[in-house]
Nanobody
Framework: QVQLVESGGGLVQAGGSLGLSCAASGLSYTMGWFRQAPGKEREFVAAITWSGGRTSYADSVKGRFTISRGDSKKTVYLQMNSLKPEDTAVYYC?????????????????WGQGTQVTVSS
């Protein structure tokens, strides 16, 4: 069983930065960040392989967000720069036990509780 706990959300002005963390218990897997804004579907943000050697980003965040893993491979980070009001959402950390850098929510078996990110204009 894998448990994921996110932290680091909050309120920031447009153009600012925030960092999110996801601490995982159990085995290490490919990890992803997703987000869900009110009234919208949950969408892919970024993902990173177990080794940290490969990453993938949604076009909407490429060049602004960076996903990384800690040395123990048990913590995943999402550094968000140049934030925009449209980045406002609940951000979820997820784990994919089968290893692929998938953009689909159905490929991730474990989910955190989510952390709110609000970007004011």
């Amino acid at each position: 069983q894998v448990q994921l706990v996110e932290s680091g959300g909050g309120l920031v002005q447009a153009g600012g930065s925030l960092g999110l963390s996801c601490a995982a218990s159990g085995l290490s897997y490919t990890m992803g960040w997703f987000r869900q804004a009110p009234g919208k579907e949950r969408e892919f943000v970024a993902a990173i392989t177990w080794s940290g050697g490969r990453t993938s980003y949604a076009d909407s965040v490429k060049g602004r967000f960076t996903i990384s893993r800690g040395d123990s491979k048990k913590t995943v980070y999402l550094q968000m720069n140049s934030l925009k009001p449209e980045d406002t959402a609940v951000y979820y950390c997820a784990a994919n036990a089968f290893g692929g850098l998938s953009w689909s929510t159905s490929e991730y078996q474990y989910w955190g509780q989510g952390t709110q990110v609000t970007v004011s204009s």
